[in-house]
Protein backbone atom coordinates (compact mmCIF):
# COMPACT_ATOMS: atom_id res chain seq x y z
CA UNK A 1 0.00 0.00 0.00
CA UNK A 2 1.52 3.27 -1.34
CA UNK A 3 0.88 5.80 2.07
CA UNK A 4 3.31 8.91 3.48
CA UNK A 5 2.60 8.50 7.60
CA UNK A 6 3.52 11.81 9.33
CA UNK A 7 4.07 12.05 13.49
CA UNK A 8 5.79 14.29 15.89
CA UNK A 9 2.92 16.97 15.98
CA UNK A 10 2.42 18.24 19.52
CA UNK A 11 1.71 21.61 21.21
CA UNK A 12 4.78 23.60 21.96
CA UNK A 13 5.12 27.14 23.65
CA UNK A 14 6.92 29.90 21.73
CA UNK A 15 10.60 29.75 21.23
CA UNK A 16 10.65 25.59 21.56
CA UNK A 17 11.06 23.07 18.78
CA UNK A 18 9.84 19.56 17.03
CA UNK A 19 10.79 17.28 14.91
CA UNK A 20 8.59 15.81 12.39
CA UNK A 21 8.88 12.56 10.30
CA UNK A 22 7.31 10.94 7.39
CA UNK A 23 7.44 7.23 7.42
CA UNK A 24 6.84 6.16 3.56
CA UNK A 25 6.14 2.24 2.22
CA UNK A 26 4.51 0.62 -0.83
CA UNK A 27 6.86 2.98 -3.71
CA UNK A 28 10.72 3.49 -4.28
CA UNK A 29 11.74 6.70 -1.96
CA UNK A 30 14.47 7.21 -3.65
CA UNK A 31 13.10 7.90 -6.59
CA UNK A 32 10.94 10.50 -5.26
CA UNK A 33 11.52 14.56 -4.19
CA UNK A 34 10.48 14.90 -0.60
CA UNK A 35 8.25 18.14 1.11
CA UNK A 36 6.70 19.30 3.44
CA UNK A 37 4.12 21.61 2.85
CA UNK A 38 1.69 23.63 5.84
CA UNK A 39 -1.73 25.12 6.11
CA UNK A 40 -3.46 27.43 8.50
CA UNK A 41 -6.58 27.93 9.08
CA UNK A 42 -8.14 30.08 6.35
CA UNK A 43 -4.95 30.20 4.36
CA UNK A 44 -3.32 28.43 1.62
CA UNK A 45 -1.48 25.32 1.81
CA UNK A 46 2.40 26.42 1.37
CA UNK A 47 5.47 24.59 0.66
CA UNK A 48 7.94 24.91 4.01
CA UNK A 49 11.15 22.97 2.41
CA UNK A 50 11.76 20.18 0.35
CA UNK A 51 14.73 17.50 -0.42
CA UNK A 52 16.11 16.40 -3.22
CA UNK A 53 15.97 12.72 -3.87
CA UNK A 54 19.34 11.90 -3.05
CA UNK A 55 19.20 14.03 -0.08
CA UNK A 56 22.01 16.51 -1.75
CA UNK A 57 19.78 19.03 -1.97
CA UNK A 58 18.11 21.53 0.39
CA UNK A 59 15.27 24.36 -0.23
CA UNK A 60 13.31 26.67 2.79
CA UNK A 61 10.77 29.05 2.44
CA UNK A 62 12.46 32.17 3.27
CA UNK A 63 10.00 32.17 6.79
CA UNK A 64 11.82 28.99 7.72
CA UNK A 65 15.27 29.11 7.13
CA UNK A 66 18.15 29.46 9.62
CA UNK A 67 14.95 27.80 11.76
CA UNK A 68 13.99 24.57 10.37
CA UNK A 69 16.02 22.06 9.10
CA UNK A 70 15.04 18.83 6.34
CA UNK A 71 16.54 15.67 5.84
CA UNK A 72 15.61 12.63 4.58
CA UNK A 73 17.11 8.94 5.42
CA UNK A 74 16.81 6.56 2.03
CA UNK A 75 17.71 3.31 4.36
CA UNK A 76 14.34 4.26 6.66
CA UNK A 77 12.48 5.60 4.04
CA UNK A 78 11.84 8.69 6.00
CA UNK A 79 12.12 12.30 6.06
CA UNK A 80 12.31 14.49 8.81
CA UNK A 81 11.86 18.34 9.65
CA UNK A 82 13.38 19.92 12.54
CA UNK A 83 11.55 22.83 14.00
CA UNK A 84 13.50 25.52 16.23
CA UNK A 85 12.26 28.70 17.48
CA UNK A 86 8.50 28.22 16.80
CA UNK A 87 6.83 30.94 16.98
CA UNK A 88 2.85 31.01 16.76
CA UNK A 89 2.63 31.90 13.14
CA UNK A 90 4.26 28.36 12.28
CA UNK A 91 0.70 26.53 13.85
CA UNK A 92 -0.59 24.62 11.12
CA UNK A 93 -1.17 21.23 9.58
CA UNK A 94 1.79 20.03 8.39
CA UNK A 95 2.13 17.72 5.24
CA UNK A 96 4.37 15.41 3.64
CA UNK A 97 4.30 14.92 0.04
CA UNK A 98 6.49 13.18 -2.43
CA UNK A 99 6.90 13.56 -6.26
CA UNK A 100 8.35 11.28 -8.82
CA UNK A 101 11.78 12.96 -10.15
CA UNK A 102 10.06 11.59 -13.61
CA UNK A 103 6.60 11.19 -13.87
CA UNK A 104 6.04 14.02 -11.60
CA UNK A 105 3.52 11.59 -9.83
CA UNK A 106 2.41 13.30 -6.16
CA UNK A 107 1.55 11.25 -3.10
CA UNK A 108 0.44 13.37 0.23
CA UNK A 109 0.18 11.99 3.60
CA UNK A 110 -2.60 12.52 5.61
CA UNK A 111 -0.99 15.77 8.24
CA UNK A 112 0.19 16.42 11.95
CA UNK A 113 -1.35 19.57 13.68
CA UNK A 114 1.45 21.52 14.47
CA UNK A 115 0.69 24.29 17.95
CA UNK A 116 2.70 26.72 18.79
CA UNK A 117 0.87 28.83 22.10
CA UNK A 118 1.57 29.82 25.46
Known amino acids: QVQLVESGGDLVQPGGSLRLSCAASGFTFSTYVMSWYRQAPGKERELVAR????????NYADSVKGRFTMSRDNVKNTVYLQMNSLKPEDTAVYYC???????????WGQGTQVTVSS
Open 97 to 107: KAEHIRSGLNI
Open 51 to 58: VSHTGSMT
